[in-house]
Nanobody, 123 residues
Framework: QVQLMESGGGLVQAGGSLRLSCAAS????????MGWFRQAPGKEREFVAH????????YYADSVKGRFTISRDNAKNTVYLQMNSLKPEDTAVFYC????????????????WGQGTQVTVSS
């Protein structure tokens, strides 16, 4: 059974930084893409970033490009999201996701999800 556990969320002032982590278990063998999405109150879940199995390819939503960095440590089955220059509009529940084939930007394409971690950015 695949399980994902996010951590690292919290309250931060605008301009500050946070680092999210997501530890995966039950994945077995084989490569898999990992991604981050977020959902603000009253809004759809939206793509933030994804990374391939090797870590050689990453992709970001325009809204976070240049401020967020996704990375992974396959030895630890963990994906990270370093978030810098945070803005109040980044406030959301952040979710990590796993997909056994290549990465995608639509939430429906990812079958495995964590429970989410709240990120709140104050102005």
């Amino acid at each position: 059974q695949v399980q994902l556990m996010e951590s690292g969320g919290g309250l931060v002032q605008a301009g500050g930084s946070l680092r999210l982590s997501c530890a995966a278990s039950g994945l077995g063998f084989g490569g898999y893409a990992m991604g981050w999405f977020r959902q603000a109150p009253g809004k759809e879940r939206e793509f933030v970033a994804h990374i391939t199995w090797s870590g050689s390819s990453t992709y970001y939503a325009d809204s976070v490009k240049g401020r967020f960095t996704i990375s992974r440590d396959n030895a630890k089955n963990t994906v990270y999201l370093q978030m810098n220059s945070l803005k109040p509009e980044d406030t959301a529940v952040f979710y990590c996701a796993v997909r056994r084939v290549g990465p995608a930007t639509t939430a429906a394409a990812w079958p495995y999800w964590g429970q989410g971690t709240q990120v709140t950015v104050s102005s």
